[in-house]
């Protein structure tokens, strides 16, 4: 599928004019309202009560993938923090997010500077990279800060991954060539 | 509008008694230090704002936490010794104790950090951001954010609104699940075309032109609010690394 020639052909890491800057703080609070409601959802589910937000997982990776891609660096960092300074109200991880975030979002922006992201595998890497490096933090926060025995974290984070990690795939790659083809981030 | 004591400190002040008890609730295993803190948040809140309701819509999400680490925790703790058994089901006696340091410690976490935040108001914090050298086209977005929060609630409420008026159903888990793609993809797009127009007006009116911007209000921390830091800093290093509480 070709894309529009402002998405494939800008392959650069930074992206600092006022649009991008803007950008990052709207998405970043259609990030925080996404994750608010997922995170509800997840409440309701089995795999929520175990401590697993398997639907919030996906719905992060997706926004950290998506708003990367679209405004680079720094906006995908400053969208990042907005959702983790936001969720100090709604979850007791957050300070695992300002920095998981961080990660993650920089794992799809390295990925994005490499490649076109015209094709599902270049997604598929830069989507392994966010959910890797950004639920390797969350890893850690579930020992230091919920106190969780490492064998318990780990298993919960590998089965987060492996469910975030195609969920999240599938949606950014749909989103971002529904997003070039509709001309509104030129 | 009634002027608490508060706002009359230094964010910068406020940032590092934050930071203060934020590190102290990680570092440290002792469940009496954990109520220490989240007793010191309520003490302070109480002196300086005379109010502590604002902690009321946490109970919901530390109890529901709460109930997940005590689960995790009971299922699968092998600290200690088998206290009950009922087939493979084994509950260790380290395991109440863990989950209630944990419970403790996300609870003294989360309290630092709305303390912080509902202490500080944003104009304050983009002061304090541009007072570490940030520059103001960064440091200016953290007004933005609680600027837009509310009216893109809104937007979200009334895309909701929107769809159930279509017919789609709201209710249960799965119709929740399947609304979810109906609601948020269209504030996304919503979203960015918003971000086209604001751009736009805001360099129309000058935003970045220069290199620098001049503010109505300035941050000056005074002597007494430079022992505070001071003494925070060495009570903190003490308490941590010398006494180990």
Same mark, same amino acid.
């Given at each position: 599928?070709?894309?529009?020639?402002e998405?494939?052909?800008?392959?650069?890491?930074?992206?600092?004019?006022?649009?991008?800057l803007? !950008?990052?703080?709207?998405?970043g609070i259609?990030?925080?309202?996404?994750c608010?409601?997922t995170?509800?959802?997840?409440?309701?589910?089995?795999? !929520?009560?175990?401590?697993?937000?398997?639907i919030?997982?996906?719905?992060?990776?997706?926004?950290?993938?998506?708003?990367?891609?679209?405004y680079?660096?720094?906006?995908?960092l400053?969208?990042?923090?907005?959702?983790?300074?936001?969720?100090?109200?709604?979850?007791?991880?957050?300070?695992?997010?300002?920095?998981?975030?961080?990660?993650?979002?920089?794992?799809?922006?390295?990925?994005?500077?490499r490649?076109?992201?015209?094709?599902?595998?270049?997604?598929?890497?830069?989507?392994?990279?966010?959910?890797?490096l950004g639920?390797?933090?969350?890893?850690?926060g579930?020992?230091?800060?919920?106190?969780?025995?490492?064998?318990v974290?780990?298993?919960?984070?590998l089965?987060?991954?492996?469910?975030?990690?195609?969920?999240?795939?599938?949606?950014?790659?749909?989103?971002?060539?529904?997003?070039?083809?509709?001309?509104?981030?030129? | 509008?009634?002027?608490?004591?508060?706002?009359?400190?230094?964010?910068?002040?406020?940032?590092? @008694?934050?930071?203060?008890?934020?590190?102290?609730?990680?570092?440290?295993?002792?469940?009496?230090?954990?109520?220490?803190?989240?007793?010191?948040?309520?003490?302070?809140?109480?002196?300086?704002?005379?109010?502590?309701?604002?902690?009321?819509?946490?109970?919901?999400?530390?109890?529901?936490?709460?109930?997940?680490?005590?689960?995790?925790?009971?299922?699968?703790?092998?600290?200690?010794?088998?206290? @009950?058994?009922?087939?493979?089901?084994?509950?260790?006696?380290?395991?109440m104790?863990?989950?209630?340091?944990?419970?403790?410690?996300?609870?003294?976490?989360?309290?630092?950090?709305?303390?912080m935040?509902? @202490?500080?108001?944003?104009?304050?914090?983009?002061l304090?951001?541009?007072?570490?050298?940030?520059?103001?086209?960064?440091?200016?977005?953290?007004?933005?954010?609680?600027?837009?929060?509310?009216?893109?609630?809104?937007?979200?409420?009334?895309?909701?609104?929107?769809?159930?008026?279509?017919?789609?159903a709201?209710?249960?888990?799965i119709?929740?699940?399947?609304?979810?793609?109906?609601?948020?993809?269209?504030?996304?797009?919503r979203?960015?075309?918003?971000?086209?127009?604001?751009?736009?007006?805001?360099?129309?009116?000058?935003?970045?032109?220069?290199?620098t911007?001049?503010?109505?209000?300035?941050?000056?921390?005074?002597?007494?609010?430079?022992?505070?830091?001071?003494?925070?800093?060495i009570?903190?290093?003490?308490?941590?690394f010398y006494?180990?509480?």
């Amino acid at each position: 599928m070709s894309q529009p020639k402002e998405l494939t052909q800008n392959n650069s890491f930074f992206r600092t004019d006022t649009k991008a800057l803007v !950008g990052s703080v709207i998405l970043g609070i259609v990030f925080v309202i996404a994750c608010q409601a997922t995170g509800f959802i997840d409440n309701l589910l089995p795999t !929520g009560k175990a401590g697993m937000y398997l639907i919030n997982g996906t719905c992060w990776a997706f926004f950290t993938g998506i708003i990367a891609l679209l405004y680079r660096q720094p906006a995908g960092l400053i969208a990042g923090e907005v959702e983790a300074i936001i969720s100090i109200w709604y979850s007791p991880l957050w300070l695992a997010f300002v920095f998981a975030n961080a990660v993650g979002s920089l794992g799809v922006s390295l990925v994005a500077k490499r490649y076109s992201m015209e094709k599902w595998s270049h997604h598929i890497l830069a989507q392994f990279f966010c959910n890797v490096l950004g639920n390797a933090v969350v890893f850690v926060g579930l020992i230091m800060i919920f106190n969780l025995p490492v064998k318990v974290a780990l298993v919960e984070t590998l089965i987060v991954i492996a469910v975030c990690w195609p969920c999240s795939t599938v949606l950014t790659k749909l989103a971002y060539d529904g997003l070039s083809k509709s001309g509104l981030v030129k | 509008m009634k002027r608490k004591r508060s706002d009359g400190l230094d964010p910068r002040l406020k940032l590092i @008694w934050c930071l203060v008890l934020l590190f102290t609730a990680l570092l440290s295993s002792s469940l009496r230090t954990q109520i220490i803190i989240i007793a010191l948040v309520f003490f302070t809140d109480l002196f300086l704002t005379g109010s502590v309701k604002k902690y009321r819509i946490l109970l919901l999400i530390f109890l529901i936490v709460a109930s997940q680490l005590f689960l995790m925790q009971l299922l699968f703790n092998r600290e200690g010794v088998v206290i @009950w058994q009922w087939g493979i089901i084994e509950i260790y006696s380290g395991a109440m104790s863990a989950a209630l340091l944990g419970v403790l410690r996300t609870v003294a976490i989360s309290l630092s950090a709305i303390q912080m935040m509902t @202490w500080t108001p944003s104009e304050d914090a983009v002061l304090m951001l541009i007072g570490y050298r940030v520059p103001y086209r960064y440091a200016m977005l953290i007004t933005m954010a609680e600027r837009f929060l509310p009216l893109l609630k809104e937007e979200y409420a009334s895309i909701s609104d929107s769809q159930a008026v279509r017919g789609v159903a709201a209710t249960g888990l799965i119709n929740r699940i399947k609304m979810l793609p109906l609601t948020v993809m269209p504030l996304i797009y919503r979203a960015i075309r918003r971000t086209s127009e604001i751009a736009l007006s805001m360099e129309l009116r000058g935003f970045g032109k220069s290199e620098t911007r001049t503010f109505s209000k300035e941050l000056c921390l005074t002597t007494t609010e430079i022992i505070c830091c001071f003494l925070l800093l060495i009570a903190f290093i003490v308490l941590n690394f010398y006494f180990h509480i």
